[in-house]
């Protein structure tokens, strides 16, 4: 069965805590990605990959990081430095960079303060 | 800038009545446009992709250059079709991101 898993599904974070979000795909793509949901608003890109310890900011990524040491793996930590980081988290891959194939998403995280 | 924009944050039609999605865009290169669905508990998944120029579940979405919009449509709508639509661009230049509307939640009555 392939596809996209996040876990966990729901998250709490207390003041000042770093929280890692977990993203795995068997769909054997290179590129990744991470998006950030707020009600009412459109997904915003936080980082993408294109390969394995290869990672690129997105258009809000401060208070975010990311590493990329398994093709399978992308995870995300919130890190303390993300003052408003209650959001839905969603993370996609396709199969490499710059492809016009869409992109397929896990189910998410939904990241709430404690 | 580039930019996607749907209007309606919610639209309510009955069963059997038309719908129409909107969606426009603001993009200086050549676009490339998605419509994305996500039913309550699931996933986001693709609906249809204007290169394809495919109807799916009886979706259909033409490109208007000229009108920058590319509008989702359906001749009778469905309540299996109650769920949240995402109109998406297409971004290369930045690791082929995609650039979302703020969705829009089709709410379809008996």
């Known amino acids: 069965d392939g596809g996209i898993t996040q876990s966990p599904k729901y998250l709490f974070r207390k003041e000042g805590q770093n929280v890692t979000l977990s993203c795995e795909q068997n769909?054997?793509?290179?590129?990744m990605y991470w998006y950030r949901q707020d009600p009412g608003q459109g997904l915003r890109l936080i980082y993408y990959s294109q390969i394995v310890n290869d990672f690129q900011k997105g258009d809000i990524a401060e208070g975010y990081s990311v590493s990329r040491e398994k093709k399978e793996s992308f995870p995300l930590t919130v890190t303390s430095a993300q003052k408003n980081p209650t959001a839905f988290y969603l993370c996609a891959s396709n199969l490499q960079l710059y492809s016009n194939q869409p992109q397929h998403f896990g189910d998410g995280t939904r990241l709430s303060i404690l | 800038a580039q930019r996607v924009t749907q209007p309606e944050k919610l639209l309510s039609v009955f069963k059997g009545a038309p719908v129409e999605l909107k969606c426009n865009y603001s993009y200086s290169g050549s676009p490339e446009l998605f419509w994305y669905v996500q039913y309550s508990r699931q996933r986001l998944q693709l609906l249809l992709r204007?290169?394809s120029r495919e109807s799916i579940k009886g979706f259909t979405a033409d490109l208007n250059k000229g009108e920058t919009s590319f509008h989702l449509k359906k001749p009778f709508a469905q309540e299996e079709d109650s769920a949240m639509y995402y109109c998406?661009?297409?971004?290369?230049?930045?690791?082929?991101?995609?650039?979302f509307g703020q969705g829009t939640e089709l709410s379809v009555k008996p």
């Open positions: 204007h290169i």
């Open positions: 998406a661009l297409l971004i290369y230049n930045q690791g082929g991101k995609l650039i």
């Open positions: 769909l054997n793509h290179d590129a």
